[in-house]
């Protein structure tokens, strides 16, 4: 059996992995302005910031209060890194869920008074209607379709 010599396998190796890096680059370039939920997990390096993880997996890191971690919010996507997503909190969470006077004037409440002092938890998307009951899928289905 013949082997496939030490350079054609270096070359076929750079090949692939410089077509591995641009198709990456060309999805995350695409993330930007894109809003979608993001589960958060941890504290970032920086203080103040969180970092969760998006549908497709990357890094997300936000500024925002570390009650957010273990839960599911909004992130509007706002530069793109070589590895990781930045973002901003699509939503101002709740003030009993950590935001200081200071938070909310940086994301735009007036006076850093929030008109709603005592609003629901902060729950992510799963407080939304049961997206499966509304779908037309779902009604051809109940229909015995």
Known sequence: M??????????RLYRLQ??????????????????F??????TGRHAGQI???????????VMAPTSL???????????V???SLFGELASLPPPERGRSKR???????????????NPPPFRGRESDADPLRTSSL?????AGA
């Open 18 to 35: 410089h077509d591995i890096t641009a198709r990456q680059n060309a999805f995350l370039k695409k993330q930007q302005g894109i809003t």
């Open 37 to 42: 939920d993001v589960l958060f997990e941890k």
């Open 103 to 117: 938070e909310a004037l940086r994301v735009g409440v007036p006076g850093g008074i929030d008109p709603h002092p």
């Open 2 to 11: 013949d082997q496939v010599p030490e350079a054609v396998k270096d070359e």
């Open 51 to 61: 970092v969760g993880r998006s549908p497709y997996l990357q890094p997300v890191q």
């Open 138 to 142: 779902s009604s051809t289905i109940d």
């Open 81 to 83: 890194g070589s590895n």
């Open 69 to 79: 971690i273990g839960e599911v919010a909004a992130v509007r996507i706002t530069e």
